[in-house]
């Protein structure tokens, strides 16, 4: 998907017993982080960095939501245990993986598995594209996303 292209629409569970759907959310800013696996510890740096400027965000009515491919009932785990105030979203058929591109070919103690490269991604209150991040090494980057919307 190409910067400043229109995101098409689609639709995930989320946590809460919410269904996301994304051309509901025109109107303010988005951040979509795409993550590997709920409960490790690089997503839960992540998370918890997402959860620490939450406030910031939402003062620039900026939705936060974190996706992967893992279950909703997982998604409910790991967000009660470490209190994250955004929603999971449930990508279990890998549409919005496929959508972004983010299922990467991995090595994981020598052998080569499928996963989600770490990678965020803003759209803007029209549903464009405005800027992704891939390969995501995790301090500091949701201070960057959240420079970056400051910006738009």
Not at 103 to 111: A, D, E, P, Q, R
Not at 147 to 152: E, G, H, I, P, Q
Request: hydrophobic fraction near 40%; charge should be neutral; charged fraction near 25%.
């Amino acid at each position: 998907m190409e910067l400043m292209q229109a995101v098409p629409d689609f639709e995930l569970p989320a946590t809460g017993g919410q269904r996301f759907k994304l051309s509901a959310m025109r109107g303010a800013p988005l951040v979509l982080y795409f993550y590997p696996k709920d409960d490790t510890p690089g997503c839960t740096d992540e998370g918890l960095q997402f959860k620490a400027l939450h406030g910031d965000f939402a003062a620039l009515k900026c939705t936060v939501l974190g996706v992967s491919r893992d279950s909703v009932s997982s998604h409910e785990r790991f967000r009660a245990k470490m209190e994250f105030p955004f929603h999971l979203l449930s990508d279990a058929e890998e549409t919005a993986c496929a959508l972004f591109g983010v299922i990467k070919l991995k090595n994981m103690y020598g052998k080569q598995v499928r996963g989600i490269e770490r990678s965020t991604f803003v759209i803007d209150p029209d549903g464009r594209l405005r800027r992704e991040w891939r390969g995501v090494s995790v301090p500091g980057h949701a201070q960057a996303v959240l420079d970056f919307v400051k910006s738009l």
